[in-house]
């Protein structure tokens, strides 16, 4: 790697990066980990796929394992070797469907992969020849309603009993995933836990049903379901988006004692005058209606801010909301700073934040280019550094080059 940590932190810290709260996402694991000790051998999995919906994967994996977490989630192969190629040894379930070729590479890291399709076993038991008993763990899932992975209930039995007849693999878990956890009607998450504890219960009398059972997202995590049929098996929930301190939904609300853990930020890179009539950006689609005070910022959508942010978002500086003006470019983007007091090149800009200060929250961003919170995040692009902080004071930096930790 090239440069010092503290090179690479004023590099960092010179532009546009983001900072993430490692104590904030800390005190979120506990908080779930405790809102979901309900009879005490409850188990949490933290998932922290696509760079932990965009905070950094590596760091936020470590954290949620000494909070408290038991499992981590991933949705490929690939991400849970970044995480073994760091020193991460807690167990890893891979959700989503996996790359057949690395199915050796899972078991010699002790990854967890999903067997959610019928045909997935004839795929990699190619790669399972002359692996000793029990080497790859594997976990069947069971499509109760989200019809996206997973067998089907009826292909339940035929499937468990080929995992359980394969001697090169320990079949260790049973999850499905719900589709409308996050909404105001609950009518199909019971439908779906209902399918799930009937497919349950058509295996327990062969023997295919493992201890753990997992099936609670982040809304189902904080609702607290918890069908009495499955208390006498081992349960996990799986959260993810609430442990950064975001809400599931407009139904399904964070609760206060979770905080935020990401802030993007950037710096004034120019500071001019449109004057009347004159346009911005790409297609002039702003045209100033009055003399008015811009300010020229390095990023932009090849940086992960969403380009139907143009002419609808807004960014924060000394604490006032400054529109974004013009169309959101690859690399700058162009904000309305009239009311600020005396600007100056290399002034910090709040691009995402809690909401306090006039910031854009992940959520304000969301509903103006009609999409999730989820995206927002996960969509913050690697060039953009992260700087990990824990006790007001920086552990580490990652960017482009890398993750490299204060020595």
Known sequence: MVGSFAERLVSAVAGTHAVINLDAYASNVQVMRNRLRKRGDELMMAVVKANAYGHGAVMCARTAIDAGADWLGVARIEEALQLRNHGITAPILVLGPFNPTLIRKAAEHDITVTIGAPDALDRILPALEDLPDNSLNVH?????????????????????????????????????????ADAGDESFLVEQQKRFVETIYELIPEGLVPQLVHFSNSAASLRGTLPAELQHFTVMYRPGLALYGMSPSGDVPIPKEFHRVITVKTRLGRVFKLQRDEGVSYGLSHVAS????????????????????????????????????????MDQTVIDI?????????????????????????????????????????????????????????????DLEGLIERG
């Not at 008015?292 to 807004?314: E, F, H, K, V």
Request: glycine share 10%; aromatic share 6%.
């Open 140 to 180: 069947l899932k069971i499509d109760t309603g989200m019809r996206r992975f997973g067998v089907m209930p009826d292909e339940a039995a035929e499937v468990a009993r080929e995992l359980t007849e394969t001697p090169a693999i320990r079949y260790s878990g049973i999850f499905t995933h719900f589709a409308t």
């Open 290 to 329: 009055a003399p008015t005070m811009c300010g020229t910022l390095p990023i932009g959508y090849g940086d992960g801010l969403n380009r139907l942010l143009s002419n609808r978002g807004w960014m924060s500086m000394q604490g006032r909301r400054c529109p974004i003006i013009g169309r959101v470019c």
């Open 338 to 398: 009239n009311t600020i007091s005396n600007p100056q090149s290399g002034d910090e800009v709040i691009v995402l934040g809690d909401g306090r200060a006039n910031t854009m929250t992940p959520e304000d961003a969301a509903a103006k280019i009609d999409t999730i919170n989820y995206e927002v995040t996960t969509a913050i692009l690697p060039r953009v550094p992260r700087i990990f902080m824990s006790y007001e004071e920086v552990v580490a930096v990652e």
